[in-house]
Structure formats: C-alpha cells, structure tokens
T-cell receptor
Framework: DGGITQSPKYLFRKEGQNVTLSCEQNLNHDAMYWYRQDPGQGLRLIYYSQIVNDFQKGDIAEGYSVSREKKESFPLTVTSAQKNPTAFYLC????????????????FGDGTRLSIL | GEDVEQSLFLSVREGDSSVINCTYTDSSSTYLYWYKQEPGAGLQLLTYIFSNMDMKQDQRLTVLLNKKDKHLSLRIADTQTGDSAIYFCAETMVFSGGYNKLIFGAGTRLAVHP
C-alpha cells in the first residue's frame, strides 16, 4: 500500500541534543512538508521541499533543519537551538512539481510525538 | 493576512447531523479542504471543494461553500461515535513553481454522545 511512514512514533530529547525524525513516502510525490502541531492549535509549516535537493523554510523554521537527498525521504532534525521542541510533528506529501498539480491535496503520515526529558 | 477560523467544540447526539463551520480570508484560494484527526494520529483527508463549486456531496458528507462570505461548512449526516475527532478546515495558497501552502484552522473537536 502506498503511504507516508513516520518514525519513531514517540521520541524523547535530552537538553542540548539534536534529534532526527524520519519521513518516508512511496507515493512518488515530488513535494514534501513538515508541520508542527501544538495542543489546541492548527498546523504550522516548518519546512517544505518541492523537489529533490531543494527545500525552503516555512513559517517556523528556526531551530530545525532538513535534507532532501532522495525523492522518498525528507528527514527533519530538531536542533538544540529549538528551545520549545515538545510537540506533535507531522510530515505530508503531495504530487507537487509542475503547476498543473499544484492544487492536489496533501497526504499526511501518522506523526511523531517529541517530548523533553 | 492568512487566517482560517473555526469554532473549537461541537457536541451532537448519535444519529443527528453535525455541521462544522469555517471562515477563511484568502479570496484567491482555489481549493478548500476538510481533514479529520483521530487521537494520536495524523490527518486524514476527508473531502475538498473547488472554489467554483457551491456544494459537494460524498456519502454522508456535504460541503457547502459561500464564496461571497468566505464561509465553508461540513455537514455529517447520521453522525456516529466513530465520527468523534478533530476536524480541520484548510485553505490553499499557491505559489510559483507549483508549491501549495495549506493554511489550517485550529480545528473543531466533535464529540458524539448516545
């Protein structure tokens, strides 16, 4: 079955530590996204990537980094510079790419819950 | 600016209809989406409507769009306990190169009781 796989489901970070959240998709989508969800709030965009080897900052990129070396994978690193990392992190993908596909919906993984030790 | 607003909570009796409302600000949005989130899970795409449509029906779901008032609603007929979840409205902004940015509301928590 095609879909988006996020791992791990739960993650704990120690102070001063960087942690990496995995996101893999087998939908052959060009565009991938990372969102942060805090209780009682909607989703906020951290980073997005339209194509391999290219990515752009979203609305709340500070303290995060990403890479897009493969079409299927878009890992997110939460660095020690992110002072309030406790949240639910969601990865999404869409067909993206050419403009004619720009309105295709985004599909989401099941999320990773990150907490501070 | 970018803003999508929803009421935060809705309680309905099993078997009744639920109506979840949403207002958005960007009149150039071409697609508007409804997503469902169950506890501890990701977002599931429920349905979406193109901005040149007034209504879209998909089984128990009916989406109404009033483009003049920038108002979107999701009606769930014969609401079941399995419909209990958080429902997110989202509008899309399209940028050059095919990138689309979703602007989400804060979500409406639907509670279905016997």
């Amino acid at each position: 079955d095609g879909g988006i796989t996020q791992s791990p489901k739960y993650l704990f970070r120690k102070e001063g530590q960087n942690v990496t959240l995995s996101c893999e998709q087998n939908l052959n989508h060009d565009a991938m996204y990372w969102y942060r969800q805090d209780p009682g709030q909607g989703l906020r965009l951290i980073y997005y990537s339209q194509i391999v080897n290219d990515f752009q900052k979203g609305d709340i990129a500070e303290g995060y980094s990403v890479s897009r070396e493969k079409k299927e994978s878009f890992p997110l690193t939460v660095t020690s510079a992110q002072k309030n990392p406790t949240a639910f992190y969601l990865c999404a993908s869409s067909i993206g790419g050419r403009r004619q596909y720009s309105n295709q919906p985004q599909h989401f993984g099941d999320g990773t819950r990150l907490s501070i030790l | 600016g970018e803003d999508v607003e929803q009421s935060l909570f809705l309680s309905v009796r099993e078997g009744d209809s639920s109506v979840i409302n949403c207002t958005y600000t960007d009149s150039s949005s071409t697609y508007l989406y409804w997503y469902k989130q169950e506890p501890g899970a990701g977002l599931q795409l429920l349905t979406y409507i193109f901005s040149n449509m007034d209504m879209k029906q998909d089984q128990r779901l009916t989406v109404l769009l009033n483009k003049k008032d920038k108002h979107l609603s999701l009606r769930i007929a014969d609401t079941q306990t399995g419909d209990s979840a958080i429902y997110f409205c989202a509008e899309t902004m399209v940028f050059s190169g095919g990138y689309n940015k979703l602007i989400f509301g804060a979500g409406t928590r639907l509670a279905v009781h016997p």
